[in-house]
């Protein structure tokens, strides 16, 4: 029965994919469903990375368990990962760790992003026993000036409260991915040092991507369409329960209805397909995801009748 079950959804998500490639391909439009919700549960960092855009300007919003299992309701027979971390520290939300439960109990795919400040052994522990699919961990919040070239760059402080999580994973499914956001990609860093360093078991691996500048200023004269994978296969949601552009706009300056009040089919269907079909905002204007889009939903077409995790190792964080 189980065997299937996964052959049923592996046929859904091939017609799902085919739908989405030729409604694309004719007319920009899309009536199928997000494969990835992202989640913005506080917005508010402890660190200050300088890639990063923050939050210091705005009231902070911290999402409540109950609006997180009203949203998550709305959307979990759609989705297949739910992606808590694209703007803020998620550890910052007593929540959270309720939060990965409840989605695991809805068949949901779980994955995490963090700076790994707060990996004491509580929640080290916490975090174990969620049974989190993807823990991305970004090791620039754990360095003294942010910018990693090899071990020596990061503050001794933090280096326990990570060496503890990866061993304490290394049993686990759980797939750890350590994040390195360099000025000039792989050239800036000793990778080989940071994978003996810290590489512990093959659930683990290290990612390192060029700094990536997102401007809300940029003039979007002659930009052209939006072409990004992003805008047809995932959903961004705010603190406040708002769906905005995309991960890339965690001050939420383009939104197209909130969640906690408005039905998912009206905001995902009839309100996100203005911005597939037309302009793009200026955070589109210099985003690598956006150039590359037409390629980017290829392959995220191809690969969608795998498993989101699986996916998204294969997308994202394989080196």
């Known amino acids: 029965m189980d065997r299937i079950n996964r052959i049923n959804r592996m046929v859904g998500r091939l017609k799902r994919s085919a739908v989405v490639l030729c409604e694309y391909g004719r007319n920009r439009v899309v009536r199928g469903k997000p494969l990835i919700l992202r989640l913005c549960i506080i917005n508010r960092c402890n660190a200050d990375c300088p890639f990063c855009i923050t939050f210091r300007d705005q009231p902070e919003e911290t999402m409540s368990f109950a609006d997180y299992c009203i949203i998550l309701d709305k959307v979990a027979g759609n989705i297949e990962l739910a992606d808590f971390g694209f703007a803020g520290e998620p550890l910052l939300n007593p929540d959270l760790f309720r939060m990965l439960e409840y989605t ?3 068949g949901v795919d779980t994955m995490l992003h963090t700076n790994g400040r707060l990996l004491d052994d509580g929640n080290v522990a916490a975090l174990v026993r969620s049974g989190v699919d993807l823990a991305v961990i970004n090791m620039n919040a754990l360095a003294r000036d942010y910018y990693v070239r090899s071990p020596e760059d990061l503050h001794p402080g933090f280096l326990a409260g990570l060496n503890n999580y990866l061993q304490a994973s290394a049993g686990t499914g759980t797939q750890v991915t350590l994040q390195l956001i360099t000025k000039n990609g792989k050239a800036d860093v000793d990778s080989k040092a940071l994978r003996e360093a810290f590489i512990v078991a093959d659930n683990c691996v290290l990612q ?3 700094e990536q500048e997102h401007s809300y200023e940029t003039s979007p004269a002659g930009a052209g369409t ?4 992003r805008l047809f296969q995932e959903l961004a949601v705010s603190a406040g329960g708002d769906a905005v552009l995309c991960c890339s706009d965690s001050l939420c300056r383009t939104t197209f209805g909130n969640l906690l009040q408005d039905d998912f089919e009206d905001v995902w269907v009839n309100r996100m397909n203005a911005v597939r079909g037309g ?12 150039a590359d889009g037409p390629r980017n939903l290829l392959v995220n077409a191809l690969l969608s009748p ?3 995790q699986k996916l998204y190792r294969k997308m994202m964080f394989k080196v």
């Open 104 to 106: 695991k109990s809805k």
């Open 208 to 210: 390192i991507k060029p």
């Open 226 to 229: 939006a072409r990004c994978f």
């Open 279 to 290: 302009g793009i905002s200026p955070l589109c204007i210099n985003c690598r995801d956006n």
């Open 306 to 308: 795998l498993s989101a």
